[in-house]
């Protein structure tokens, strides 16, 4: 289950990448934008004010989070992306780090360009620290005798979740578009006790999560929490430093 407020713990530094990507769409005057993978809306808001003439819509796979972007007044839906169909008027989409829980989004991307009229902007930003320190940190753990069993079968997001952005690139490219991609690395300064467990609480552990009880929770949380420190040792300043890569890729149908 996603919780809104926890993901939202660390709202600058999960909005700063979104906004870079925005950046560089060049839609002018776009009739419809498309957010997927909404949130809790926070950063929906900032299409509707950069392009207050478009309808903006949102969709979201979580009840939670569609309930707190309502609340903001946004119109979002609940609907997985890979249910999503542009209408003809959708002239900007975007999707900042969500396509990478959608295994078949590589096939979604070109279907989209095909379908998209002449001239939208297709956007998306994907993490691409998968394998992390903590990542490996929650993935070894979770396959531990303690917690083996009631998180087996569990659909691990792995290093080839999502590509580089070269691979993007050319995929979008021999789908007839002109192709803006990049990577960045994100150094994040974290303050608090346990900052990083607190940062992948609201993202990487919600499936973890779903599938403990109360108790069996918080022994995971108190294994993890070594794991998180030897990788990322907090500074004597207090300052723990989280580097974070992220891929991102501005798309134009020609």
């Known amino acids: 289950m996603w919780n809104p407020e926890t993901y939202l713990n660390f709202a ?25 993978g909404c949130g809790p809306g926070n950063l929906t808001e900032t299409l509707a004010r950069r392009w207050p003439d478009a309808v903006v819509e949102a969709w979201d796979s979580s009840a939670e989070m569609v309930a707190a972007a309502r609340e903001r007044g946004v119109d979002a839906r609940i609907g997985a992306i890979e249910e999503w169909e542009p209408d003809p008027d959708t002239d900007v989409v975007v999707s900042n780090a969500a396509l990478q829980w ?4 590589r096939e979604l991307i070109v279907r989209w360009t095909g379908q998209l009229p002449a001239g939208a902007w297709l956007a998306f930003q994907v993490p691409g620290n998968f394998d992390s320190p903590s990542h490996r940190a929650v ?3 979770a396959r531990s005798d303690a917690f083996a069993e009631a998180l087996r079968d569990m659909p691990w997001r792995e290093a080839h979740q999502v590509d580089d952005p070269a691979d993007y690139a050319g995929l979008l490219t021999d789908a ?9 690395t994100y150094v994040h300064e974290l303050t608090g006790e346990t900052p990083v467990l607190d940062w992948i609480t609201g993202t990487a552990l919600t499936q973890v999560r779903s599938r403990l009880d109360d108790a069996a929770w918080q022994e995971y949380r108190r294994a993890i929490i070594p794991l998180l420190a030897e990788a ?9 430093y989280f580097p974070f890569r992220r891929v991102f890729v501005v798309a134009r149908i020609t």
């Open 232 to 240: 990322y040792p907090r500074r004597p300043d207090g300052i723990t």
């Open 12 to 36: 600058d530094h999960r909005a700063r990448p979104f906004y870079e990507l925005v950046a560089r769409v060049g839609a002018r005057a776009p009739r419809r934008v498309v957010d997927l």
């Open 102 to 105: 959608v295994p078949s989004h």
């Open 139 to 141: 993935r070894a753990l």
């Open 176 to 184: 007839g578009c002109v192709v803006d991609a990049w990577e960045t």
